[in-house]
């Protein structure tokens, strides 16, 4: 939870040569762990509603 409802996503996708048409999205929030140190965390699900 983040004062003002602010967050950062991370939006990529995932290649499957040779069927490059079905390459599925990647949306992962930034964890913010000080002032310098960002990570990304794989999870299964992610929802807005979470932060």
Known sequence: ??????FYI???DRWNYPNLL???YVWLP???NSDINVTL???DKCSL???
């Open 10 to 12: 991370y939006m990529g």
């Open 1 to 6: 939870k983040y004062p003002g409802n602010i």
């Open 49 to 51: 509603n979470d932060y």
């Open 41 to 43: 965390q794989w999870q």
């Open 22 to 24: 079905n390459a599925p």
């Open 30 to 32: 930034f964890t913010f």
